[in-house]
């Protein structure tokens, strides 16, 4: 079903409408007045005739014609009847905005809703949400007060947030900063729509170009990646704050992907994965938000190299700390930006990028330094830095206006900052400016995050390769039928049958007892590695014999197993396993012993693309040891990354629960990978 | 020599002083008349009699009488006249405003003001700096254009900084949040004071609180953890923001140690060291500084146990999220609080820390939470998250301020914060209601990492225990004659006393070529390691010899050392460097062969005390290992803290340029530790 009816209703109906402004269910009619709503209104309260303009009606099955979107200000006990009421009427959309649902432990109440919805195909936003606001067309299905002051602005950002009250302070942030909405929606409880529901329908929408998104928790979190790649092939701007880092609710696991396995840990790996841009707070959304509006989507071949000229040396090497740690550079001027900035400078003053003006330079020199540094063929973004002990504000804004008409010319950008905080162009300035395509943010370490969040939203140019389909296969077989190697192995019962074994597969080997009866074998001294000829495996053998005797009389043991041993290889761990969030993930990280010590892992939502896993290999520390360091040969990092492939491919294929292998064994380029213990549980 | 009359002269005389107000040189003295200095002024120019109130004359040598302080207001080239005049005069103190010197590649220039200074005894700050300020008594020696708009109040903050433009944004901010300074200095180019002797000066000062820094890098930075730990003991708050976080001029170096040690990381790790709260941003430190002018001094065992009162659930989640963070806890209610806030709240709402009262709740209900949260005795701090949205801002500063006593009176704090950083409290209000000691900070996050940040600067209760004393030693015989212990080895020159000595020893030993024309032993084949008896070690004998003559034909070999093997220990890697800013430093870290991969490392400054490094190991991952993980045995913590003071002390008494030891291993717990490999470079 589109939502297009929704966003866009033809015809609203407001049930449980009240005349009375000062009461939250008096807000919306008044709003959908004040703002023009074009379409058709109606009210339903059986006190009333007539609210304002609009006719009024004792229940919904009164009213005279069905509508587009009922808007349901009802408190939870009423709100079952009314939303029936609105099936009967073959409505196709309602908001419930009642607490006392799911979120105060009444799940069954707000079950109810949800059976109703799918009776009569109704789609619900709520209960326990603010509403939904569209400024093209002025739909105003919300009591949010912020309408109050001011209407946001047309535009191309699509808001959805499960806070209701974060919701508010993102509205007035839009309002403050003059942003341009597509729409904004608070989705609450989600007893039907969702968050993601929304992420799908902007994705398909062509008004849309940034989606921002405020999460404690996802419900279907197993279609986050799958849509966000979607998103990003449409080439939308993702941003998402999420909140909700603590652990509790997760439950313990056995496997080691599932210790490692943090909330927040998995989050932050699919929003890499899928392209999505992660912000800490929602000043830092707000401050991205802005940076879209002001310098448009970035190009293919977004460089955001920064020209940058400030009134002080200080927050010069401040702004280039900042771009070094965001991967934005800071190139060297061309010749003659150099030499015709050292006629304008005092010749005390460096002319190399970032330009220190200084608080002595004439406003003047500094405009000419500014047009200059812009025209620089290297610079892509120009940053200034400006402050009320240098410049005059007043004079400032028509220039800047007139520099940015430049900027834009030149296909460039421009942002101006500040030395101080406290010492902001005037909250309307501000506006002006960003409507003229400059991005003016408090601070300078600001500006620099928000642009080297901003450039990461470059259109996506990697083709979506589909990981290698998995042939079936169960059990023990499963890795051998997937085509990944294991040490070659074998249970031997007599030494004489150990020794002849590992004389065919080269020594060192490794001897494991087999026994049904011993689940931690290092513990009773049933493992012994590296043993390096005959003789070390016919002490070894006696050894254990003597160990298991002592620390195990009892066990069953079925035989010892000699083991082939791999040397210097990388150790690597692959671990997929379900998040109860979602679903299921895959895990990579440095494998071996001290792998929970080392937390050197990455996650991504399953299926995962080979570039994916590519990736995320690529961005942890153990990354530097595939390459090769200390005279230690690179190891094979492709043939990794397609048993990394193969193995979520099978955790998918077989409905698993749990997948580790510890390690995963890379030998020297070319020479492939062994995967050496495998722990594989069966779904219950 | 003390600094008082630096900061408390009871005398000026401001030397090329102008009428003009509209220029730099008409400022200062117009503010020492504004704002009141009580002391005695005079002016130097050639061209009047008098400027303003003051009388001027020709040149420094025409006063009637010496005075405290000069401030140089001339260009670089007539500053050594003028201070030379100065010292004529006896002069004991002096400030040069002037760019030019060092900071422009004019050092000789810049020598030449030194030499005048040390010949009279004069101590002068800059040159090219921007003065100093000290509201308590309207020493306003600078001329700071923020002063046009207001003299900020007196207090107990020291605020130094070596960027002059910055410390005027840092003073624009503190007259915006009505911050009290003890002291404004801007250092400038440290001819001669610089930071550390100002923190030295503020160290001593009993009208100060919190002393605040802004660096770019430091002269005598070796001075710095010493100067940090005598500020800590004398209860002093310390905050900090650095720039210049590139490894630029670092040069390279042979060692570990040296490899790791980027400036930036070496500073972190004596900032910790010293107890020094390291900010990111100007905005940062203002927030700090904030909550240390709201909350007062945090006491000796304070907990800042956060009880929370928001508007919003999912900002409750965040600032859960951001506590968890910081250390901070949000403790469980009592049952008494729980019981009232069961009948204040609406039946859905949870009545758990943090509580969220929704949109909904009457003022006077937000009200009546608030004073229970506050009372309950879990709680330190209460946080309040407002919008004008359910609040009247009007009405609520009054009832802030009772709050706010109440709070105080039941040794409490509050901290005010806003559901969105668009919609604050008035920018006055906010100051009014910080001298009634609450914190308001823009955002939740930003409140909470405040008040995290706040509570480390508890007063320091450890002793600061001295490192053990070191006997002198020299050479190779360093290690031995300190106490730690090494290896068992001996270079053997036939297979028969190979063979004897390993079997003295024991088994597994390693066998290392000894010749003075290898270098890296192990490009040659010339180690072997884990050789498990006899037999392998004959056969280790054969081979190496063999390589060694395929790959080494000329080199001479002296024989093959055996050396014992440690297995199954922790490994360490220790060293010690000159940084070029901080003087000697300890790094300690995780050792063996991926030490530069992991980069698990820590600086600290040396000399360092047992304690010191005893907290810098414990905030490494390895720190995990010697604790024991996955079956391991826990390891010899304190022999390794042991050895690696002793280490320190032998570099520090030794006068070495670097000291490695890779790995240090740590055997199980009272075992000891044996140090392996150890690289000493003398100084050149």
């Known amino acids: 079903v589109s939502l297009d009816r929704l966003i866009a209703p033809r015809s609203i109906v407001v049930v449980g409408a009240s005349p009375d402004l000062a009461k939250l269910p008096g807000r919306p009619l008044a709003y959908l007045e004040r703002f023009g709503f074009a379409g058709t209104v109606y009210a339903v309260n059986p006190k009333y005739d007539r609210i304002g303009p609009y006719r009024c009606f004792p229940s919904v099955d009164a009213l005279p ?25 073959g409505i196709p959309f ?10 105060a432990g009444d799940h069954a109440r707000q079950a109810e809703l949800l059976a109703i919805c799918r009776r009569y195909g109704i789609r619900l936003v709520g209960p326990n949400c603010v509403g939904m606001l569209v400024p093209e067309g002025a739909v105003t299905a919300t009591f949010s007060t912020e309408l109050g002051r001011a209407m946001p602005r047309t535009g191309s950002i699509a808001l959805v947030t499960q806070s209701g009250a974060l919701g508010n302070a993102l509205l007035q942030g839009v309002n403050s900063f003059g942003l341009g909405l597509r729409a904004w929606i608070s989705t609450g409880n989600e007893a039907d729509l969702g968050l993601l529901d929304f992420l799908e329908y902007f994705t398909g929408d062509p008004h849309t170009d940034v989606i921002a998104l405020f999460t404690e928790g996802l419900r279907d979190g197993a279609k986050l990646v799958p849509l966000l790649r979607r998103a990003r092939a449409a080439g939308k701007a993702l941003v998402a704050l999420r909140a909700g880092r603590s652990e509790a609710g997760r439950g313990a696991s056995a496997s080691h992907t599932g210790k490692l396995a943090g909330a927040f840990r998995v989050w932050s790996g699919l929003a890499r994965q899928g392209g999505l841009i992660e912000v800490d ?17 970035p ?59 200084a608080l002595f330079t004439s406003a003047d020199g500094y405009a000419r330094c500014a047009e200059l540094v812009l025209g620089d063929p290297a610079v892509r973004v120009l940053v200034l830095v400006i402050s009320s002990l240098s410049h005059r504000y007043d004079e400032l804004a028509p220039w800047l206006r007139q520099l940015g008409e430049s900027a834009r010319a030149l296909g460039k950008s421009l942002a101006a900052t500040y030395l101080s905080s406290t010492d902001q162009l005037a909250p309307a300035t501000q506006i002006e400016l960003l409507e003229a395509g400059l991005l003016a943010l408090p601070s300078a370490e600001r500006t620099v995050a928000a642009i080297g969040r901003w450039v990461t939203a470059r259109k996506a140019d990697d083709a979506l390769d589909a990981p290698a389909a998995m042939p079936g296969a169960s ?36 001897l494991k007892v087999a026994s049904p009866d011993i689940l931690h074998k290092t513990e009773v001294g049933g493992v012994r590695i590296g043993l390096a000829d ?26 010892f197993q000699v083991q082939e041993m791999v ?82 491919a099978i955790f998918v294929a077989e409905g698993l629960s749990e997948l580790d292998v510890n390690p995963l064994l890379l030998r020297p380029r070319s020479a492939g990978v062994v995967a050496v213990d495998v722990l594989a549980i069966q779904a219950p």
């Not at 000043?283 to 879209?292: G, P």
């Not at 051998?480 to 004389?503: F, H, M, N």
């Not at 005959?534 to 035989?559: C, F, N, T, V, Y």
């Not at 494998?591 to 990455?602: K, R, S």
């Open 281 to 297: 707070s929602l000043d830092e959304m707000l401050d991205v938000l802005r940076a879209f509006q002001a310098l448009g989507p």
């Open 65 to 89: 014609e069905s509508v587009d979107l009922a808007l349901i200000l009802l408190p939870a006990p009423a709100v079952a009847e009314a939303l029936e009421a609105c099936g009967r009427k």
């Open 475 to 510: 059990g023990r077989d499963m890795l051998a039928a997937a085509g990944i190697p294991q040490p070659r192995q074998k249970v031997c019962i007599s030494l004489l049958d150990a020794t002849a074994y590992a004389e065919t597969i080269g020594y060192p080997v490794a």
């Open 534 to 559: 005959a003789d070390a495996l016919r002490r070894g053998w006696a050894e254990m014999e003597q160990s298991l005797k002592a620390k195990a009389p009892h066990a069953r043991i079925e035989g």
């Open 94 to 103: 309602a908001i419930s905005i009642a607490s006392g649902f799911a979120e």
């Open 299 to 357: 190009s293919i071949d977004e460089t955001a190299s920064l020209g940058v000229l400030t009134v002080s040396g200080g927050l010069g090497v401040v702004i280039a700390d900042r771009a070094a740690e965001y991967g934005l550079a800071l190139p060297r001027f061309g010749v003659e930006t150099m030499s015709t900035l050292r006629e304008l400078l005092p010749p005390q003053m460096s002319v190399a990028n970032p330009v220190d003006t």
């Open 567 to 648: 040397t210097d290889a990388v150790e690597l761990i692959v671990g997929c396993s379900r998040d109860p969030e979602f679903g299921p993930v895959l895990m990579i990280g440095w494998g071996g012993i001290y792998t929970e010590v080392l937390e050197d892992v990455a996650f991504l939502a399953l299926p995962a693309t080979w570039t994916e896993i590519e990736r995320a290999l690529s961005g942890l520390r153990v990354s530097k040891l595939i390459d090769g360091v200390r005279g230690l040969p690179a190891a094979d990092r492709e043939a990794a990354v397609d048993a990394i492939a193969r193995l979520g």
